[in-house]
């Protein structure tokens, strides 16, 4: 596992769940550029319960910043070609309404 601070887009809807332990949790997936112009799609997973509202928040094609635990994986699709995909244990969220409070914060105390 890596610890990492991926960026990207939201695909889909983040959706809440609970665990057969009774935990809830917030799954989530991203469009993350790989930097050679080709997309991958990252698995996101947040059981912190600050992290998980930050992502229920988010509609499809918002932008977003997370950091976490990064696992890269490899399937292989239907035209059995194998490609890979990133999976992440997510522990913090960063979207454009954070940067603006924040930003907000910084310029109030000075």
């Known amino acids: 596992m890596i610890d990492a601070l991926i960026t990207g887009k939201v695909y889909g809807t983040p959706k809440q769940g609970t665990s057969k332990t009774g935990n809830a949790y917030t799954t989530a997936k991203l469009k993350v550029s790989a930097g050679n112009g080709e997309m991958l799609l990252c698995g996101v997973i947040a059981f912190d319960s600050k992290a998980q509202a ?44 954070h940067v603006k409070r924040k930003r907000m914060a910084i310029e109030g105390a000075s």
């Open 54 to 97: 930050a992502l229920q928040a988010l509609s499809e094609g918002d932008s977003v910043a997370l950091t976490g635990t990064l696992t890269p994986k490899v399937y292989q699709g239907k035209d059995g070609e194998h490609k890979p995909s990133l999976d992440m244990v997510v522990h913090g969220v960063l979207t454009a309404y």
